[in-house]
């Protein structure tokens, strides 16, 4: 889950839609993001290795040369596209919490563990496509790069959703719960009797406990 501002080239979406004479919308924008919408479209239905420039230009309506115009490469927008559905995760997670300013952080912590557990199914295409992406970062500096920012971008929003505090060790506590939240998305794509929720996470995190550090 990335926090929204971790998308170098996204905030171009974001921006106020350039607009000709007449005032209407320039096409420019309107494909950039009907290929986003595609690409995540694609991530949720296909596999990654049928998820081609084709597939994504024909799901968005859009052709070829505009996915290298507007992102450079197939597997950039591919990321970003990634990038973008693990912050709208994120916001049915925060969505899911309510009123947070009302909870105390280990109400706040369990209830984020329901939200996630009960829409973890329906975004395993995009799961899988993650994978995909943290594998080819490791060859292409550009998608290391907003991979990298995404995480640590995301780190202080976690830390504010869950009331871990908005200094270091509260940023360092949220990256931990980002490393357990993917580790466990990752184990279960390998085998689904992997996953380890409801009571039995409960259980685990209270038996993790007794070996932590105390302060």
């Known amino acids: 889950m990335f926090n929204r501002d971790s998308k170098q080239m996204y905030n171009f979406i974001q921006a106020e839609p350039r607009r000709g004479q007449s005032g209407s919308v320039s096409p420019q924008r309107s494909n950039r993001s009907n290929l986003i919408e595609g690409t995540l479209r694609c991530l949720e239905r296909l596999p990654p290795e049928r998820i081609t420039a084709r597939a994504i230009a024909e799901e968005s309506g859009a052709n070829l040369a505009s996915i290298t115009y507007h992102f450079g490469s197939k597997d950039a927008l ?14 049915e997670v925060a969505s899911g919490l309510g009123e947070v300013g009302s909870q105390a952080p280990a109400e706040r912590y369990r209830r984020a563990g329901e939200v996630i557990e009960a829409t973890r199914r329906r975004h395993t295409g995009l799961a899988r496509n993650m994978v995909a992406a943290l594998a080819k970062a490791q060859h292409d500096p550009r998608i290391r790069e907003m991979l990298a920012g995404g995480f640590d971008r995301t780190r ?8 871990l505090g908005d200094d270091e060790a509260g940023r360092d506590a949220a990256g931990l719960t980002l490393a357990l939240f993917y580790g466990l998305l990752f184990q279960v794509l390998l085998d689904p009797d992997l996953a380890i929720e409801g009571g039995r996470l409960e259980r685990a995190q209270a038996r993790l406990r007794g070996i932590l ?3």
Do not use: F, K, N, Y
């Open 78 to 91: 591919v990321t970003e596209a990634v990038i973008e559905g693990l912050d709208r995760w994120l916001e």
């Open 156 to 163: 202080p929003t976690v830390a504010s959703l869950l009331g």
């Open 213 to 215: 550090p105390r302060d």
